[in-house]
């Protein structure tokens, strides 16, 4: 960089100088901070939509989705499931309002073991998303990235249903994701880090951060061979790790942090780059069922936090449930 473009920069927020290298995504289901910050796509899941459907601005949403499931013929815990569809489909279509891209949406996590649930699930959500008048193109379908949901993607992705494997935290898995055609996976950067403070006990930064590492390894076997598979890092604890990031395909970003790259002058530097990775040093892995599993056991971190990570979403998809029962009940 030289002076010249070094004194416009100083000038631009990190968030606009990211922007640069990155395209910029809102992790979050609040329409107004997608107003405010204008990313290019927008990412949500079991917990941001249950966080927003309780605040007031929102709740109007949840009534739509109770009102037009009431008389469907379904009950119980039936009428509840299509209840919750309808609302994740809703609160989607509302995002796609504001931002010009993709809005990904998440399948139940207490499929991911289950392959054609899975795809089941994500046809009907595409089929919701198309009656309301929304190109299936604009939709990614979340799936957790267990060896069940990569194989349900392989088979979603064949019919045009493009994917956004999550829940992503080893090679092993990005590298299978690659291998069904996946359109986009999520690293999740943050946890990673999380699980190394608490095993131990040490403080990363910069490029030392576990959670860094995994994604420019990633990115690096992606584009040393080719896959067209896209990265959005996720998950992040701390804008050190967003700048370090710099150059990867997406990155999706809370408000809280989105505010703080907003707030911040310093010079951002791409880090990641095609070229770079060119020439990293890595070899190609093959990757079937047997590999994948073995390489899963034997990653401590990658293992605990994918169960970790399934549990808490099917949590939420529960909690969420619950809230519907007792709309119901007030009707």
Known sequence: MNPLEEAVAAQTSQLEQIKKFTTVVADTGDF????????????????????AVQMDEYEYLLEKAVADNENNGFHGSSLVAKIVDHLI?????????IVPGRVSTEVDARLSFDTESTVNKARELIALYQAQGIDRQRVLIKIASTWEGIKAAEVLEKESIHCNLTLLFSLSQAVACANAGVTLISPFVGRILDWYKAHTGEEYHGSDDPGVQSVVSIYNYYKKFGHKTEIMGASFRNVGEIVELAGCDLLTISPKLLGELEALTEIVERKLDPKIA????????????????WFLNEDAMATEKLSEGIRSFASDIEKLETMIQSELLED
């Not at 997608?34 to 966080?51: G, V, W």
């Not at 489909?89 to 309002?97: A, N, P, Q, S």
């Not at 093959?286 to 590999?291: A, I, L, N, Y």
Request: positive net charge; aromatic residues 12%.
């Open 278 to 293: 060119a020439s990293s040093p890595m070899q190609k892995m093959d990757m079937d069922e047997k590999s994948f599993r």
């Open 89 to 97: 489909v809703y609160f989607g279509c509302e995002i796609l309002k």
């Open 32 to 51: 107004s901070t997608m107003k405010r910050f204008a990313p290019q796509d927008a990412t949500t899941n079991p917990s941001l939509i249950y966080a």
